[in-house]
């Protein structure tokens, strides 16, 4: 077993009968917490309201034309710099379902180039930083020459930005692109392809710290920090079942399908919940109130549930917008894509993933040589509304137009999966809306992808949140903890040169 970043595990059955800690919200950041606490030798109940773990990183059965799927709620992908989320993998025994590329390698094809569509690839090279990426940008064939420099420059001029700087949160990442010389060729080819994926906004509506803080940490920090991995296997499989099991082991209580409606503090200072749907206040389970209260929920639903008194302004948590992620998942009835994703430009599909074998269709009974790509696209404010049809009308054509063999193709399923709510909004000023761990409520943490974590809204920022909250509530109960969280842009043990 990974030995908790917190501290050394308690030995099953010798766990301190005193403390204990009630987790609510069981996404990543609250399945952290949880399994860290309890690592630490707490008693914890963990009170999730659906019927599964794992938040917004979830995965579900669908019977389709083409076979029996499970399909993700949305692709997800992690880069290397990710070290807090492969720590949640290797805690809950997934590591070996979420390989790294060796090597960062995206194929970026271009709808529109001069002859056709035309391939780039930004890849890098086992040389140093900022030499990593030079060779690729070199030949970047979707930028002229002229652009290529002024990327490089603008590079270098962003690498020297301190993330952290308050007043990098209140500008925006566009304005900065535009005074570094970028072109609207060179935002949409390079800045906005990266970002739109990992903020989940375009420059315009993006944060200049945020963005200082993905560009630094996966392309300037390390050579290896921006290789990419994604689950080969379905989500619910590593953020469900397997956290399942590994809170079990932990001997964390877990409460599925349980909504938590109201929180208070006894007057002896210790947490209870009341459980939507069932009267008066309870304690939680086999316990009379918790030392460690987690809010491990959204922003809405922390801000519903904080005691007064616990955050200063807490109508902030309000201002904390969201931002929609939209998935088109489209089954052909043969192979279409011989790569296991590309990025797109000249077109408006932006990534676009084989799910064939992580969803269970290849081999499925009736599946034949169908193939299963999933497109994704973040910050969808123009798709989230839009109806099955029209997103077909959309999308099908542009898949065609990137895909020559989709032309002869028949589609044998299509369907859509919407996340109105899938990341907080990364506009400039979010950061100083973002609380940390600590509330003024003696005992009572946050966490969540939404808090004050320095990351954009990803699965590493929900772990590294849950192990600030674990953290926190630690130090609070006065237990030591060994070793720190893994520095943004740290390297693993598993860092290629
Ligand atoms: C489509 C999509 C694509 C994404 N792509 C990526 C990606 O490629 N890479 C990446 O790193 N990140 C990605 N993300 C973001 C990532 O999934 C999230 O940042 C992360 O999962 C958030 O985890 P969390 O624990 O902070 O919050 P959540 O997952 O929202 O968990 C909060 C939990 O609290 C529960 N809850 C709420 N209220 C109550 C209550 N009153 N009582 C009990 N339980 C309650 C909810 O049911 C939920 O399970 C994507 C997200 C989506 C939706």
Redesign the pocket.
């Known amino acids: 077993m990974t030995p908790s970043p917190l501290g050394p595990a308690a030995p099953a059955g010798r766990r301190p009968a005193g403390r204990s800690a009630l987790v609510?919200?069981?996404?990543?950041?609250?399945t952290t917490a949880a399994l860290a606490l309890a690592d630490a030798g707490l008693r914890v109940t963990l009170?999730?309201?659906?019927p599964r773990?794992?938040?917004?990183?979830f995965s579900f059965h669908r019977s389709s034309p083409a076979g029996e799927l499970t399909v993700d709620?949305?692709?997800?992908?992690?880069l290397r710099c990710?070290t807090a989320?492969q720590w949640f993998l290797d805690r809950v025994g997934a590591t070996r379902l979420v390989p790294l590329q060796d090597r960062l390698d995206v194929p970026v094809l271009d709808a529109e180039g001069p002859s056709g569509r035309r391939l780039g690839r930004l890849r890098r090279t086992a040389l140093p930083v900022p030499l990593h990426l030079s060779a690729s940008l070199a030949t970047y064939p979707h930028l002229s020459l002229a652009e290529r420099a002024l990327v490089g420059r603008a590079a270098l001029a962003l690498g020297r930005l301190d993330p952290e700087d308050p007043a990098l949160d209140g500008a925006d990442f566009a304005g900065w692109l535009r005074r570094h010389g970028q072109s609207p060729r060179a935002v949409e080819a390079l800045w906005d392809l990266v970002g739109v994926?990992t903020l989940n906004a375009t420059a315009h509506n993006a944060s200049l710290g945020l963005a200082a803080m993905v560009f630094k940490t996966g392309l300037l920090s390390r050579p290896g920090a921006a290789d990419i991995g994604w689950a080969r296997a379905p989500l619910g499989e590593l953020h469900h079942t397997r956290a399942h099991r590994a809170l079990d082991a932990a001997g964390v209580t877990t409460e599925l399908g349980?909504?938590?409606?109201a929180v208070s503090r006894t007057p002896e200072g210790r947490w209870s919940v009341r459980r939507a749907g069932r009267p008066g206040e309870e304690p939680p389970a086999g316990a009379d109130g918790a030392d460690v209260l987690v809010l491990?929920?959204?922003q809405r639903?922390a801000h519903a549930?904080l005691p007064d008194g616990a955050l200063k302004d807490p109508g902030r948590l309000l201002r904390i917008g969201t931002a929609p992620?939209v998935?088109l998942h489209v089954i052909y009835d043969r192979t279409v894509l011989r790569r296991p994703f590309f990025a797109a430009i000249g077109s408006p599909v932006q990534w676009v993933f084989d799910r064939t074998d992580a969803s269970g269709l290849r081999g499925a009974p009736g599946a034949g040589d169908s193939q299963y790509l999933a497109v994704?696209q973040s910050a969808a404010y123009d798709d989230v509304d839009r109806p099955v049809a029209e997103l077909r009308a959309r999308y099908l054509p542009e898949l065609e137009r990137l895909l020559p063999l989709a032309r002869g193709a028949r589609v044998r399923d299509f369907f859509v999966?919407r996340?109105r709510a899938?990341?907080f909004a990364p506009v400039p000023g979010v950061g100083r809306l973002r609380p940390s761990a600590p509330t003024d409520a003696p005992g009572l943490y946050l966490?969540?992808?939404?808090t004050a974590t320095g990351w954009p809204?990803?699965?590493?920022?929900?772990v590294r949140?849950g192990l600030s909250a674990a953290r926190a509530a630690l130090t609070d109960l006065g237990r030591p903890h060994v070793n720190p969280l893994p520095a943004p842009g740290g390297g693993t043990p598993k860092e290629a040169a």
């Open positions: 609510i919200g069981g996404g990543l950041a609250g009170v999730e309201g659906r773990l794992g938040g917004l990183a709620n949305g692709q997800h992908v992690l990710c989320y994926a349980t909504r938590v409606a491990a929920v959204p639903e549930l992620i998935n994704s999966t996340e899938a990341t966490a969540g992808a939404w809204a990803t699965m590493e920022g929900a949140s």
